[in-house]
């Protein structure tokens, strides 16, 4: 199951964001990715996060494959849009 975003917050995912959505899919058994430039990382991962370096208007891609996948991006995806990161693409 995939979702896409568009990075709204004009500092990009950060430390703080990035910290806080690592924290977020470790709730879950799912596998979780995040894909940004044509890279994937695992979206448990603060170091892959980070690695990215995601900037203000990039387009993102939560990936989550697993029993509760469907949870897992739901509870990302309401984080992203109310934490004003970024906007469902």
């Known amino acids: 199951m995939i979702k896409k975003f568009k ?12 910290s806080k959505l690592v924290g977020i899919a470790m709730e879950f058994e799912s596998e979780i990715y995040l894909t940004a430039f044509n890279k994937s990382v695992n979206l448990k991962s603060i170091m892959g996060v980070l690695s990215l370096g995601i900037y203000s208007g990039e387009i993102i891609e939560i990936k989550a494959e697993g029993l509760d996948q469907v949870t897992a991006l739901n509870k990302i995806s309401n984080f992203i849009i109310n934490e004003g990161i970024g906007e469902i693409k």
């Open 7 to 18: 990075v709204t917050s004009e500092n990009g995912i950060h430390a703080r964001p990035a």
